[in-house]
């Protein structure tokens, strides 16, 4: 009977290289036999597993210790790294390699630390953690910006009645629909301003660069008409000049005062609207004047130090509770806590976390490689330990030696990766096209640097410790050194090496196959029908110079600039909109004319008002009915286009919806006649809902019109032609305010393509590496088998034989971490499934896919190494010794 | 004590007491039975590996016929010149520190 022989290898690899180690193994096994003997033969074998865990656990702790020890040892730890720094020298191209290999795991991770950051890390605000944003319901799956929002009425009362709250503010939800004509010396320009309560930034806890936040005061109805600048515009229109604050400005004809600059740390459409630039802050008044508008607030609340969300959350549903009772008539009383945190990258929440896990899965990648790399360099170091070792160095000292290496390829790596992160965030923060919530703020930090640091330093000590050490004790090295001479020994090394070639291909394939199926979903997003067609339209935003003094004047001025427009040469057609899609967001409840009370949905509608040239422009078809003509004006019988969805969900077909009537505020009932087929006009992603369009010749209540205009001539022609026409129109008129329509939608997935982008980078940068590893494995073991090749090719094996033999190991590998790379990346597919749009996250194109282009770069990568091993001379190689 | 530790100087002493078969086996056993205390394999090993470097123990490796070992051979613990020395210092330490206390420690 033999103690078990996995407990006593164990033992005999923990006490390699002690020259007592047979005799404790013969100790162990004499007290075996006899607990054997007296005791049975499971005790004897839990005893001997026992003892045998023991003694070599003891063994390993003592000599960490002892390393250690001998490690922190001051003495000669300058002399130490004057040589560590001398040996660098001497491989300059080693080092560098290394290092870079090092600096792209170090800046993937810290690009993406540093992108996290801001949104899902550190909100720019003093005690973020205290902000919640207040939603007006329980808006699960409900995307229309009403759902988020809150009534007036709704702020003053939650001001009044609530007490875990040291503040509650709100903005104008849907200030992007306003715009403000800025007079004074130069052109006019069209800006964006957002009308916020007048406690907003105290709130947030943000103070301004110069001067002061809003006072009470101007938030009263009838208050001074202040202004307060965003730090761009300051900067760009005032040339940063302090005495701006006091002055006067005129937005939209109205004299206001600057009262103050917002500081260059607070870019409001970086947080709350990215995609839409805000030039300015307004007192939003907040009165029982306009109290019982709709949904216009976006709630924000501070909470009192110490109290939690849940406890607001209670109180707020206790209030709302009472309030309800007091006023059972009362709409829209609602309110939904969650962080400021949550909310504003909630949405981002899954992308996000892909990518970080796929930094994650490339810095791996990199820590394979480096340590492929350093493994294939220790045979030559184990010969130079050796011998120093003979010359009687301490192990410690050739320990730190090692170590101090690492750490100078480490700083290398250090300061490729900080370079490369920070080019990758120039990039993030200049790609204006990305609408992702505080990408202004991607900034290289301090704590970034140190997470590059650290990541480099921590990459190096666990990939070039462990070599390190084996060399240092002689252990592996022994076998590694057997192996350059090409000794039966070789076997264990290449295993070794083989193993990492095949977790790198792993890794790679995972990271390839999330960045496939990104692709796909990316392609699914831009193949969506968007239900209009964006190609050769170029739009204005329309901001008349002058106020209107009548409805019938704004109409006449519609009218009169829209067929200029269409009459100017190569314009097609031409149409206006008081919103284009994907840009705009609001929602209106309505009634179903003839139907008893309690038979009305609580659905909503998304209003659009146009007029008769917007839906051929936008080549949106007709399914039923008629277009909107000149002759639905005023006075005549009030009309409405009801949308595919709308006709169907509302009346239950196209046909039945023809003629029926609906009502919306106001004393007007509107007469259904046309269909028009469904608009993605919220994102490419979410279908439509209900949408009404109205024609601007009835329905008064619209702000601002945005032109579009098709035309088949290059845009630069167009842009000239009809900027020409605008002004002549209206001199006072900004004109440099247009966009194409594709330019649109690529904003609408833009951040489907940072995420892409990203990820195709780690993805490239993980098939490079694994290249890079199969290449290297590759070269040794062929440059190892020489003399096998050399005698195989004398006894006439052909240089297909050969080939075969070289390339047939490597792909059998290759397909084995292709195959373990699929199943990896199953382990994505919850977060995937967030994420991805029209494509499931086990889409066997991106599996299949993958799987071929790595088989294709492994069979590229291993060409050279093949071809070599076919040249191979059967003599020159019998010859050499 | 200066040069020895308490449990060093218990090994060093059992390593004496075996005689003809100073192994480690043996050792272990003798201060188990008769030092009343349990002494686990990787302290005894560890000891004297910290003895041989401090130079009052050698070893050696000799061939073993006996079957229960499996072929592996035993290791013969050997001690120094020098650590005969540092026991009969710490004997003259104890010697010297009991001196005058046999009625305190209860010595009839």
């Known amino acids: ?881 | 004590m200066s040069r020895l530790g308490e449990f060093e100087f218990l090994v060093l002493l059992a390593v004496l007491r075996q005689k003809e078969a100073p192994y480690a086996n043996h050792v272990r056993e003798d201060l188990e039975a008769n030092a009343g205390r349990r002494v686990t394999r990787g302290a005894l090993y560890r000891t004297i590996d910290r003895l041989v470097e401090k130079g009052f123990l050698a070893w050696e490796l000799e061939p073993s016929e006996v079957p229960e070992r499996g072929g592996h051979p035993m290791r013969r613990l050997l001690v120094t010149e020098e650590g005969l020395e540092a026991a009969r210092e710490t004997r003259t330490v104890l010697v010297t520190f009991l001196d005058g206390l046999g009625p305190v420690l209860g010595e009839t």
């Open chain 1, 1 to 881: 009977m033999r103690p078990p022989r996995l407990a006593s290898r164990l033992l005999a690899r923990a006490f390699r290289g002690d020259p007592a180690a047979p005799a404790i193994l013969g100790d162990l096994n004499e007290d075996f036999v006899r607990v054997l003997e007296t005791r049975g033969r499971m005790a004897a074998r839990l005893w001997y597993w026992r003892e045998a865990l023991g003694l070599a656990s003891g063994r390993v702790a003592h000599g960490l210790a002892h390393a250690l020890r001998s490690f922190l040892r001051p003495g000669s730890l300058g002399e130490d790294a004057v040589h560590a720094a001398r040996t660098l020298r001497r491989s300059p191209g080693f080092a560098l390699f290394v290092g870079a290999v090092i600096g792209l795991g170090v800046a993937a991770v810290t690009t993406v630390y540093s992108v996290l950051k801001p949104l899902a890390l550190a909100l720019p605000f003093e005690d973020a953690h205290q902000l919640v944003w207040i939603s007006n319901s329980e808006a699960a799956g409900d995307s229309s910006l009403s759902a988020v929002t809150s009534r007036t009425v709704n702020l003053i009362d939650f001001r009044a009645g609530t007490r875990s709250f040291s503040g509650i503010t709100g903005y104008d939800a849907f200030f992007a629909s306003r715009f403000y004509t800025l007079a004074g010396a130069g052109e006019p320009e069209s800006l964006v301003g957002v009308g916020v309560a007048h406690d907003f930034l105290d709130v947030l806890g943000v103070r301004p660069l110069h001067g002061r936040s809003f006072t009470a005061e101007e938030g009263q109805r009838g208050g001074p008409a202040a202004v307060i600048l965003s730090h761009r515009l300051w900067r760009d229109r005032f040339a940063s000049d302090r005495t701006v604050v006091g002055r006067g400005v005129t937005l939209n004809g109205t004299p206001r005062t600057v009262v103050g600059v917002l500081p260059a740390s607070f870019d409001f459409s970086s947080v709350f609207s990215p995609g839409v630039e805000v030039d300015f802050l307004l007192p939003f008044v907040v009165s029982r004047d306009n109290a019982f508008q709709g949904n216009v607030l976006a709630l924000i609340g501070r909470l009192r130090p110490g109290v939690t969300p849940e406890a607001a959350q209670s109180e707020l549903t206790t209030l709302n509770a009472a309030l309800g009772e007091t006023d059972p008539e009362r709409w829209g009383l609602g309110a939904e806590l969650e962080t400021l945190q949550d909310h504003l990258a909630g949405p981002f929440r899954g992308s996000l976390l892909l990518l970080a896990a796929a930094a994650g899965v490339l810095l791996l990648v990199v820590c394979v490689n480096v340590s492929g790399l350093m493994i294939a360099r220790s045979p030559s170091r184990a010969r130079e330990m050796a011998v120093r070792k003979a010359l009687g160095a301490p192990r410690g000292r050739l320990m730190r030696q090692l170590v101090l290496e690492t750490l100078g390829i480490s700083l290398i790596g250090a300061a490729v990766g900080s370079l490369l992160a920070w080019l990758a965030t120039r990039v993030v923060t200049n790609a204006a096209m990305i609408h992702i919530p505080l990408m202004d703020s991607v900034e290289l930090d301090t704590s970034a640097l140190l997470v590059a640091a650290g990541v480099a330093v921590l990459t190096g000590v666990v990939v070039g410790t462990i070599p390190a050490l084996q060399v240092a004790e002689g252990g592996e090295a022994g076998v590694l050194q057997a192996a350059s001479r090409g000794s039966s020994a070789s076997r264990g090394a290449r295993r070794l090496r083989e193993g990492l070639v095949f977790a790198e291909v792993a890794l790679a394939c995972a990271l390839l196959v999330v960045g496939g199926l990104l692709l796909a979903s990316f392609r699914a997003v831009l193949d969506v029908d968007l239900g209009f067609e964006p190609a050769n339209t170029v739009a204005w935003q329309l901001q008349p110079g002058t106020p209107f003094e009548s409805y019938g004047e704004k109409m006449a001025f519609y009218t009169r600039l829209g067929g200029r427009v269409r009459a100017a040469p190569g314009v097609e057609s031409t149409g206006l909109i008081d919103g284009l899609p994907l840009g705009r967001n609001r929602a209106w409840g309505f009634q179903v004319v003839g139907l008893a009370e309690g038979e009305d949905t609580d659905e909503q509608v998304f209003p659009h008002v146009v007029d008769p040239g917007y839906l051929p422009t936008m080549e949106i078809p007709l399914l039923a009915g008629r277009n909107f003509s000149p002759a639905d004006v005023e006075g005549s019988t009030p009309v409405v286009i009801l949308n595919q969805t709308g006709a169907r969900r509302i009346f239950g077909g196209e046909e039945e919806a023809l003629g029926r009537r609906l009502a919306f505020w106001g004393p007007w009932e509107w007469e259904v006649v046309g269909i028009a087929r469904d608009v993605r006009h919220l994102s490419p992603e979410t279908g439509s809902g209900i949408e009404v369009y109205f024609p601007h010749a009835q329905m008064p209540d619209y702000g601002p019109m945005d032109l579009v205009v098709r035309s088949r001539l290059p845009s630069s022609q167009v842009v000239a032609t009809v900027s020409g026409v605008l002004e002549d129109v209206d001199p006072g008129m900004p004109r440099h305010e247009f966009w194409s329509l594709e330019s649109t939608v690529a904003g609408a997935v833009s951040d489907r393509r940072f995420a892409l982008g990203i990820l195709s980078a780690f993805g490239f940068a993980a098939l490079l590496l694994a290249a890079l590893g199969i290449y290297g494995v590759l070269s040794q073991t062929v440059a190892e088998r020489e003399p096998e090749i050399g005698i195989r090719m004398a006894l006439g094996a052909s240089g297909p034989d050969i080939v075969r033999r070289v390339l047939g190991r490597m792909l059998l590998l290759t397909a084995g971490g292709i195959a373990a790379g699929w199943a990896l990346s199953l382990l994505f597919s919850d977060v995937l499934d967030a994420v991805l749009f029209g494509v499931a996250p086990v889409d066997p194109r991106a599996f299949l896919g993958t799987g071929v282009v790595l088989l294709a770069v492994a069979a590229l990568a291993s060409g050279l190494p093949a071809r070599r091993a076919v040249s191979t001379e059967a003599s020159s190689v019998l010859k050499s010794p």
